[in-house]
């Protein structure tokens, strides 16, 4: 069987009272390019830091190539992962790349880009080099191995944030609005880094407000509205011909 390379059921997310994520389900193929879309409190964040575990789920399913990732109830009444370990792996075959880039600000670019694969996933020195030098050429920054973050603009930060999500070969690639933090002449040079990836066959959940890369370059869309799934399908499709009244409204504001 060819199983989904992630697949999200029914996923609950909730601080205290206040319920943020109600039943969200999802279903990336490999290769597949999800655009999520959403106004700010929606609950964008909350999807993606539950896929990577960096909060737990309240209810519902998470799976990586079939792995479950599994969780339960403690003593305390909370939700948790059964396994460390396992989280550590799948995190492993995830990477995110963030809104405020997140690079470290104490280590040149090469070393941002070596540093997990060598301290975490045990590469030789050398081979992590060859492949960081690999993948800012790819990015367009190999130039800028021995610079610091804060050398650098907006839009070569994250560029090299992206680099350093490639080093540890991921499965699928989560970006939190990636671009949104940038001027506007720096976000096309990011776009375009993404663009290449999802035409290399890259397997990406993107949250984004960049309309024509949603429309474009992802071929499913997925709008969230408090939480809930408003709106989802063929990106194309769905953009020609809205279901959802909160859908229409949000196009209308972001255009
Ligand atoms: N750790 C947290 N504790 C309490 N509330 C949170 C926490 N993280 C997010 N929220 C709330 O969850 C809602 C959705 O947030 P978020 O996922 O960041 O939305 P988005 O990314 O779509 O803007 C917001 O109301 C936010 O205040
Ligand atoms: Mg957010």
Not at 121 to 139: G, S, T
Not at 181 to 203: I, S
Not at 218 to 225: A, C, K, V, W
């Amino acid at each position: 069987m060819n199983k989904a390379a992630l697949e999200i059921s029914g996923l609950h997310k909730h601080y205290g009272d206040l319920e943020v994520l109600k039943g969200i389900d999802l279903s990336a193929s490999k290769g597949d390019v999800i655009s999520i879309i959403g106004s700010s409190g929606s609950g964008k964040s909350t999807f993606l830091r539950c896929i990577n575990l960096l909060e737990t789920p309240s209810a519902g399913e998470v799976r990586l190539h079939g792995e479950l990732i599994e969780m339960r109830t403690n003593k305390r009444g909370k939700r948790e992962p059964v396994s460390m370990r396992q989280v550590e792996r799948i995190r492993s075959r995830l990477a995110m790349v963030f809104q405020g880039f997140n690079l470290w600000s104490h280590m040149t670019i090469l070393e941002n880009i070596i540093e997990v694969p060598i301290h975490v996933l045990k590469v030789p020195k050398k081979e992590a080099i060859e492949k960081a030098e690999a993948l800012l050429q790819k990015v367009g920054l190999y130039d800028k191995c021995a610079a610091y973050p804060n050398h650098l603009s907006g839009g070569q930060q994250q560029r090299a944030a992206i680099a350093r999500a490639l080093a540890v070969d991921p499965e699928v690639m989560l970006f939190d609005e990636p671009t949104s933090a940038l001027d506007p002449e720096l976000v096309g040079e990011v776009l375009g880094v993404m663009r290449n990836l999802a035409e290399e066959g890259r397997t990406m959940l993107v949250v984004t407000h960049e309309m024509s890369f949603a429309k474009e370059v992802s071929n499913q869309l997925m709008f969230l509205h408090q939480g809930i799934v408003e709106e989802q399908g063929d990106p194309k499709q769905v953009f020609a011909n809205p279901s959802s009244e909160r859908f229409k409204q949000f196009i209308s504001s972001v255009y």
